[in-house]
């Protein structure tokens, strides 16, 4: 009875509540919605930069979907993520759990492996390019080659996933270190008492503990990935014959190369709904997985 009536709103705490939601609606309102809604009427018109023109209703979104350089930035979109959600997750588990055992050097390995999170997108491209170069670079002296790594067809794309990987992967590492703190010791002293050790004790413990936390991070990191730009426009430029150009930079070129902002926007529109999408599909999964394995 006494929680029912602590959880109980009381008519006086509407006001307070609502003040202080207002900051956030109105910035949401102002910063977000308004402009998608703006994004949505101009992907429906012919419009340049400056300028919007003629009502165009689905035209766009028709040429869209008949648009292979569309479809080829898609598909370079979805292999940037396949490249980086998976290992960005397993990696970040793997350091918090580094972290969290060894208790002495906790400290320094959490700085060390968050430092490059810190980092802005300009210098971790220029230690990337650095690292890369054919003639100078560190890679191609211990490999033995003369490899130029974002000019070739194959690895360009490998090489800005490795790159954003180690530049990221920091923030994972927090995230399962904040679940791993999270679990009683008493859990783990209790399971000792009865002779459980190792991968026993992180498949009946610790993996469970953590499987929210892991779903949170893989949905995070897939809709991060799929918001790719810098990285590749910095470091490849969309090359090595457009195999690294994704999505956002393909909108990108349209909206400010080509002056087509109806165009840009129509690319918006639909890359925010594959994602939304996207994003949903594998939350079920993972809340399938979840439920199948309780």
């Known amino acids: 009875m006494g929680s029912s009536r602590t959880s109980r709103a009381r008519p006086g705490d509407a006001l307070p509540a609502a003040m202080l939601l207002a900051p956030y609606a109105l910035a949401f309102l102002l910063f977000f919605f308004l402009p998608t809604l703006d994004t949505l009427y101009m992907s429906l018109t012919e419009s340049s930069l400056t300028r919007t023109n003629a009502f165009v209703g689905i035209d766009n979104y028709l040429s869209l979907a008949r648009d292979p350089s569309f479809w080829s930035a898609v598909g370079n979109t979805f292999y940037f993520a396949a490249l980086t959600v998976l290992p960005l997750c397993a990696l970040g588990l793997l350091m918090a759990l580094l972290v969290n055992r060894f208790a002495r050097a906790g400290g320094w390995l959490q700085g060390a492996f968050f430092l490059p999170y810190v980092l802005p997108i300009s210098v971790m491209t220029l230690i990337a390019d650095w690292m890369l170069q054919p003639s100078s670079g560190v890679v191609n002296h211990v490999l033995g080659m003369e490899r130029a790594w974002f000019a070739d067809l194959t690895w360009a794309m490998p090489m800005v996933a490795i790159g954003t990987i180690w530049w990221t992967v920091g923030f994972n590492m927090l995230m399962f270190l904040a679940g791993l703190r ?58 090595p014959f457009n195999t690294t150009r994704v999505t956002l930079h393909y909108m990108y070129e349209t909206a400010f190369t080509q002056s087509d902002a109806g165009y840009a926007a129509a690319i918006a529109m639909a890359f925010v709904a594959i994602v939304v999408a996207l994003s949903l599909v594998q939350a079920g999964f993972v809340r399938w997985l979840a439920r199948k394995e309780a």
């Open 182 to 239: 999270n679990i009683p010791a008493d859990l783990y002293e209790a399971a000792a008492l009865d002779g459980a050790r190792g991968f026993t004790l992180f498949g009946s413990i610790t993996w469970p503990a953590l499987r929210p936390v892991a779903g949170m991070a893989l949905v995070l990191q897939l809709i991060a990935s799929m918001k790719v730009f810098g990285q590749t426009y910095i470091m490849t430029a969309g090359g």
